[in-house]
């Protein structure tokens, strides 16, 4: 198997069909094709080949396609790396991966001046034309025009050759990076089209961060299926509206965080919400307010939730459109994340690892094809992470008797107070409900009686006034004492993310520590 197979057949069965949109440059299958090669052989003439990591710094654009099947081609590892990231965090992952050739867009010039400069002595940096004493630079259309003829034999792959390496959002300290084969990516791909039966005739909104798995995932997902890549460069409500409308996109994946956003901008919702076919959401747990709302304002919308990690390629199970209900029985299988996607298993696990019964609360594990093959460079994380043939995830969570998958919380983020575990997840779907909370977070804080202690931090919506009584007092009626926000901070900032939209609690933690 091998991830550039897709953009293959595409070129020879539709090669004049467009395939990818960004603005108003449209570029077909065949075309692509040939700037993918040409890419490829430029990068040959660099010295990169098989086993090689490439990085690449861009925000959303073609660029980011083609890299990552140029990348490919050769038998080389893409490594997508965080533009939000600081100087030191872009400079520890070249480090870390030995990155030697970066491909990057003038939007990332000032970090990488501020790269490290012994790092950025090695460095060859593939971008727009410019000036620069950081890297050697190359420049990145300049360099396709003049690699041709695009002749290049794509480099052959076994089941464990690498494709990519995506770092960790380090929501829960440093940085992994994940090492995902071809395999990896096609099974995985193949699996997902086969549960959510997408159609041809799709057009795909790279709307989230294309760097991060959430998005990537759907380059391989799409191609496969020989639907249409339409780029937004980058995500603000009332662009994500208006490129929906234009494109006539019937699918895309929001993070929780951009769906509120939405809901948030006067008007954009219905803009947007009502155009679209099928909204995928996942990387953080969506507030149940929010489910509600959409399907109570867009009962046409179909939404898919995914529940996965990067460790999974990433998905690992899926809600589908029917199990999106309020009513009855399926009312509460709307508050699971799905059954495992098909070819992956699931179990839930005690501290010795011994599978538990049915509603019992453990560490959630998994197996199946998609699953990494390691971290890199980090032996004893991936002996942890992987034993016994399972993908042991971090998270804590429960199967019902139908196999419906509840995620209760991340194992670290779990608040273990007086001798009771409190899943912030539960308290926070709670203060969700409480009139004016545009966002919330729960985090443990210490605390020398009880080890720790459930502390909530609120950003209220502009105009709401929330006090820490009124916290408190809505959370009498729904929750056990220990379960209950002991301190509470109001603040008009909003919550720091990460740049897959997932809110840092160990920032937060840091903070009112």
């Not at 790269?115 to 593939?126: G, K, R, V, Y």
């Not at 995902?180 to 799709?202: K, Y």
């Not at 009332?238 to 956003?261: G, K, N, R, Y």
């Not at 999974?312 to 508050?335: Q, T, Y």
């Amino acid at each position: 198997m091998h991830t550039c197979e897709a953009l293959e057949r595409n070129s020879n069965d539709r090669p004049t069909e467009i395939g990818f949109v960004e603005g108003k440059l449209k570029v077909s299958w065949s075309e692509m094709k040939e700037r993918v090669l040409l890419l490829a052989k430029g990068l040959q003439g660099l010295g990169c080949g098989k086993g090689d990591f490439i990085g690449i710094l861009a925000e959303n654009s073609l660029r980011v396609i083609e890299a990552t099947y140029a990348v490919q081609w050769l038998g080389a590892s893409i490594v997508p790396l965080n533009t939000r990231w600081t100087a030191p965090e872009i400079s520890f992952a070249l480090e870390d991966a030995s990155i030697r050739v970066l491909i990057s867009d003038t939007a990332k010039d000032g970090i990488i001046e501020q790269m490290d400069s012994a790092i950025c002595s090695t460095l060859t940096l593939i971008t727009d034309s410019r000036k620069s004493a950081a890297a050697k630079l190359v420049d990145y259309e300049a360099l396709i025009a003049n690699s041709g003829p695009a002749n290049i034999p794509r480099q052959i792959c076994d089941e464990a050759s690498l494709a990519s390496l995506f770092y960790t959002g380090g929501t829960t300290g440093r940085s992994k990076g994940v090492k995902l084969t071809h395999q990896n990516h096609v099974t995985h791909s193949l699996a997902i089209l086969a549960e959510i039966g997408l159609g041809r005739a799709c057009k795909y909104l790279h709307a989230a961060p294309m760097f991060h798995i959430a998005d990537s995932l759907f380059i391989h997902v799409i191609s496969l299926r020989g639907g249409q890549h339409v780029i937004l460069p980058r995500f603000d409500p009332a662009s994500f509206a208006s490129a929906v409308i234009e494109h006539e996109i019937t699918d895309t994946i929001l993070v929780p965080t951009m769906i509120q956003a939405i809901f948030n901008a006067e008007g954009v919702a219905d803009r947007a919400f009502s155009n679209l076919q099928r909204l995928y959401y996942g990387a953080s747990p969506m507030p149940e307010a929010l489910l509600h709302k959409i399907l109570d304002q867009f009962p046409d919308l179909e939404l898919i939730q995914f529940y996965g990690q990067t460790e999974a390629s990433p998905v690992i199970s899926i809600l589908p459109p029917e199990a999106h209900s309020i009513a009855g029985d399926v009312g509460n299988r709307m508050k699971s994340a799905g059954r495992p996607m098909m070819t992956t298993e699931v179990r839930i696990v005690d501290d010795e690892d011994k599978e538990i019964p049915a509603y019992d609360v453990g560490e959630i594990v998994v197996r199946g094809p998609q699953v990494m093959c390691g971290y890199h460079n980090r032996p004893e994380e991936t002996a942890s992470a992987l034993r016994n043939g399972w993908l042991h995830t971090g998270d804590a969570g429960y199967l019902d008797n139908d196999g419906f998958l509840y995620v209760t919380d991340r194992v670290k983020d779990m608040i273990i107070t007086g001798g009771e575990n409190v899943y912030s997840v539960e308290v926070e779907q709670v203060l969700y409900d409480l009139d004016g909370v545009a966002e919330c977070c729960v985090v443990g804080l210490p605390h020398e009686k009880w080890g720790e202690i459930v502390h909530a931090v609120i950003v209220p919506h502009t105009g709401h006034s929330i006090s820490e009584e009124s916290v408190k007092t809505h959370c009498k009626k729904r929750l056990a004492d220990y379960k209950r926000p002991k301190s509470v901070t109001i603040r008009t900032e909003a919550l720091p993310l990460s740049g897959a939209g997932k809110i840092l609690k160990r920032k937060l933690r840091e903070l009112y520590s």
